[in-house]
C-alpha cells in the first residue's frame, strides 16, 4: 500500500538554528499539504501545493517558515530560526488528481519537533 | 470561512457498547466532510467521507457516520467498540463554494474500556 513519507520522524533542535523537514507524497498524488499540528489541537494547514504551485500559504508564518516543491514531486518545508513556540508534530499529506474538493488526503506519519 | 466543532473532549466508552463521536460544521453550502483517526505518534487515517447521496456514510474497520444537513451534524458511529478503537478522532470539513482548505476540528480522545 503507497504511503506519504516523511523524515526525520523525531527532531529536536535548539532554539534560533534552522530545521528542515522533508516529505515524499504517494506517486501521482498532485496535491500536497503542510500541516502544523500543536499538542491537544487539531491539524493546521501551513501551505498547500498543486503540482509545484502554491496555492494556499495564507497561513504560514513567512517571516521564517518556507516551503518549496521545485519538482511537483517531493517537498521541503524548512523553520529558520527556529522558536520555542514551534514545538509540535508537523504532517505532510497529499491527494490525488487536481485535490478537488471530494478527494481525501492521505497522511504521513509526521515529524514530531521539539525546540529547546 | 468553513470550521467544524467537537464539542466533547474525551468520550469513554465500554467495550461492546456503541460509540458515538460528535460533530458539527459550519460551511457557506453543501459541504463535504471526513473523519480520521490518529493513534500516539502517527499521522491521520482516512476513516471515511460524505460527499453526496446516502446520508449514511459507510467507513473502514466498522466505522459509520450519519449526515444531518438539518442539525448540520456529521457524526461518527460504531455499533460495537473495540478496545483497539482507543485513539483520536478527528472531522474535517471543505467547503466546495470557497478555498480547497482542509479545516480540522480539534479532536476526540476515544477511551474504550475493557
Known amino acids: 500500500e503507497a504511503e506519504v513519507a516523511q523524515s526525520p520522524r523525531y527532531k529536536i533542535t535548539e532554539k534560533s538554528q534552522a530545521v528542515a523537514f522533508w516529505c515524499d507524497p504517494i506517486?501521482?498524488?498532485?496535491?500536497l499539504y503542510w500541516y502544523r499540528q500543536i499538542l491537544g489541537q487539531g491539524p493546521e494547514l501551513l501551505v498547500q501545493f498543486q503540482d509545484e504551485s502554491v496555492v494556499d500559504d495564507s497561513q504560514l508564518p513567512k517571516d521564517r517558515f518556507s516551503a518549496e516543491r521545485l519538482k511537483g514531486v517531493d517537498s521541503t518545508l524548512k523553520i529558520q530560526p527556529a522558536e520555542l513556540g514551534d514545538s509540535a508534530m508537523y504532517l505532510c499529506?497529499?491527494?490525488?488528481?487536481?485535490?478537488?474538493?471530494?478527494?481525501?488526503?492521505?497522511f504521513g506519519q509526521g515529524t514530531r519537533l521539539t525546540v529547546v | 470561512a468553513q470550521s467544524v466543532a467537537q464539542p466533547e473532549d474525551q468520550v469513554n466508552v465500554a467495550e461492546g457498547n456503541p460509540l458515538t463521536v460528535k460533530c458539527t460544521y459550519s460551511v457557506s453550502g453543501n459541504p463535504y466532510l471526513f473523519w480520521y483517526v490518529q493513534y500516539p505518534n502517527r499521522g491521520l487515517q482516512f476513516l471515511l467521507k460524505?460527499?453526496?447521496?446516502?446520508?449514511l456514510v459507510k467507513g473502514s474497520y466498522g466505522f459509520e457516520a450519519e449526515f444531518n444537513k438539518s442539525q448540520t451534524s456529521f457524526h461518527l458511529k460504531k455499533p460495537s467498540a473495540l478496545v483497539s478503537d482507543s485513539a483520536l478522532y478527528f472531522c474535517?470539513?471543505?467547503?466546495?463554494?470557497?478555498?480547497?482548505?482542509?479545516?480540522f476540528g480539534k479532536g476526540n480522545q476515544v477511551v474504550v474500556i475493557p
Open positions: 506517486s501521482g498524488h498532485a496535491t
Open positions: 499529506a497529499s491527494s490525488r488528481g487536481q485535490g478537488g474538493f471530494d478527494t481525501e488526503a492521505f
Open positions: 460524505y460527499i453526496t447521496g446516502d446520508n
Open positions: 474535517a470539513v471543505r467547503d466546495p463554494y470557497g478555498n480547497n482548505r482542509l479545516a
